[in-house]
């Protein structure tokens, strides 16, 4: 009874309702088998995985994430700062160097459309 319904998850990736692929397939005994591809790509994703699955506690938090915690503080306070510059003086030294090379290239942009303006008599 269910030959013609349609069955749709949830596509992480595109954020989207989309329909579930199948592949026929066939067992040993030459018995046709209907896949559900999204349910194998979890099988298949963690079968090519070295490393070994890790457990995580109710409540443990890892330090990285603390870490990174942290930061985001750091950047979420009203300081009157850019939030490009909010890092420390690496992210003033990145800005600088930005900002000259910008107005080199700017320059010299200024300096093709004079000589394409007023070209150099030849001698």
């Not at 994430?65 to 420390?88: M, P």
Request: with cysteine; charged share 20%.
């Amino acid at each position: 009874s269910h030959c013609g319904a349609l069955l749709y998850r949830c596509d992480q990736l595109l954020a989207r309702l989309t329909p579930e692929r199948t592949i026929l397939t066939s067992d040993n005994n030459n018995n046709m088998l209907l896949l559900r591809t999204n349910l194998l790509a979890p099988l298949c994703r963690r079968a090519l995985m070295t490393s070994a699955v890790q457990q995580k506690l109710p409540g443990v938090i890892n330090p990285g994430y603390i870490k990174i915690r942290e930061k985001y503080v750091q950047f979420q306070i009203d300081n009157g700062k850019l939030v490009h510059l909010r890092g420390g003086p690496f992210d003033n030294l990145l800005f600088a160097i930005t900002v000259s090379v910008c107005g080199i290239g700017l320059c010299m942009c200024f300096k093709v459309y004079w000589d394409l303006a007023w070209p150099r008599k030849p001698q």
